[in-house]
């Protein structure tokens, strides 16, 4: 019999990818689900249902709920949550909801990577480089005098659940006491929650994808991001696959290894100018740019339900460098930006060209796929929705 395998979060675009993935597969049914009927996922060909479930930010209990009522209804063989919030609040509540089986590691596990403070203090306690760091419980701990400029005020967890709701935490870097004092009044959860005081480290980002089975290490994978949105840093949309150096790869694996971990992760570092490393987090989900791994050779979603199904998986998953990944509706977002920055006419002139240059090979489009065109329009006309 065909696995019916539900997929939460199906406004993400890295549903999109689970939900492509696995539906491609014969003995595979895939059901998105989203807290609306109208997301980018369930538009696929490969979505054979979709379903509606109550906003987990909002009303984490009601969709617990909901969870543990569909369960009961029906079997899936496994439930895929994408994001931060619906995967930490599932395991949470795993116990409660018979029939739930996810592909990660215990809560336990989780939090010891999701949680940058207790990260920070392991990876230190590995040799993994971390930016000088103090650990603070609460605001009130923070002193007035001795500070080093310019410092990162980071929370402890970017998602913290308040039982009623879930708390959006921010990340902010200070250049003197009044950004420091500005930052801080634009936080008030500071005034309860842990945070750290870190050193700034100046460079670009560095990321590991990683899969393990049970503590091993089955595949690793990189990309270089080329544009982002917004351009000066943030979500990739233009990335290019590339070859995960020995460094990066010991380093990620120091860290999973040490936790046991079980599915997916990205280990994310900063690179300085002189070429060191240092550890930012660990995210415990499937990440934004899933998709490229997958057209460059190394199928995750597939590779992490063979494991939990218990089917071999191979000794190696090499993979095609220099494939790219462009989301288009993304890059353009991000050429709007920066046509409005203060950027010179060259610059922006040469950024246009760029954005307008065809590739004909080597590069494939994020949502825009022609054997599954269903998404593009959906985000299409989301997208001049929101204009």
């Known amino acids: ?40 996922a369930d538009a696929s060909r490969f979505s054979a249902e ?3 479930y109550p906003c987990p930010e909002a009303t984490p209990q009601a969709f617990i709920a909901w969870m543990a009522e569909t369960l009961r209804l029906r079997h899936f063989a496994w439930v895929f949550p994408t994001t931060e919030v619906t995967s930490q609040l599932l395991l949470m509540a795993q116990d409660q909801i018979p029939g739930l089986n996810l592909p990660f590691a215990p809560l336990v596990k989780v939090m010891a990577l999701a949680d940058k403070g207790s990260l920070t203090k392991r ?25 080093t400029f310019p410092l990162v005020i980071k929370p402890c967890l970017s998602k913290i659940f308040m039982q009623s709701h879930w708390l959006a935490t921010s990340v902010f870097v200070a250049q003197n006491h009044d950004e420091l ?39 690793f994978f990189a990309h270089q991001r080329l544009r982002e949105k917004p351009p000066e840093g943030g979500i990739s949309v233009l990335s290019q ?14 860290l999973l290894d040490d936790v046991g971990w079980h599915g997916v992760a990205m280990v994310e570092f900063r690179q300085t100018p002189t070429g060191e490393y240092y550890l930012m987090e660990v995210n415990t989900r499937f990440w934004g740019s899933l998709q490229l791994a997958i057209d460059a050779g190394v199928d995750f979603p597939k590779l992490l339900l063979d494991a939990c ?27 709007y930006i920066y046509l409005k920055g203060n950027y010179s006419f060259t610059a922006k002139l040469r ?30 006309k989301n997208y001049f929705r929101q204009l």
């Open 309 to 335: 199904e218990g089917r071999p998986l191979p000794a190696q998953v090499p993979y095609k460098l220099g494939q790219r990944l462009r989301w288009l509706l993304g890059d353009l977002d991000s050429l």
């Open 50 to 52: 979709h379903l509606v």
């Open 181 to 219: 004092a500005q930052g801080l009044a634009g936080r008030a959860y500071l005034a309860e929650q842990p945070f750290m005081v870190q050193e700034f480290i100046p460079g670009q980002g560095a990321g590991v994808f990683a899969l393990y089975n049970q503590g091993q290490a089955v595949a």
């Open 123 to 147: 990876a230190k306690a590995l040799g993994v480089p971390v930016p000088g760091f103090t650990y603070y419980p609460n605001l009130q701990a923070l002193p007035t005098e001795g500070l």
């Open 1 to 40: 019999m065909p696995l019916t395998i539900l997929v939460l979060d199906a406004a993400q675009r890295s549903a999109l990818a689970v939900t492509r993935s696995l539906g491609r597969l014969t003995d595979v049914i895939v059901v998105t689900a989203e807290r609306s009927g109208y997301s980018l």
């Open 351 to 380: 950024r246009v060209l760029a954005f307008l240059m065809p590739r004909f090979s080597g590069q494939r489009y994020e949502v825009n796929r022609w054997g599954d065109l269903g998404p593009a329009w959906r985000e299409l």
């Open 241 to 254: 696959s590339m070859a995960v150096t020995p460094e990066l790869e010991r380093l990620a694996r120091s």
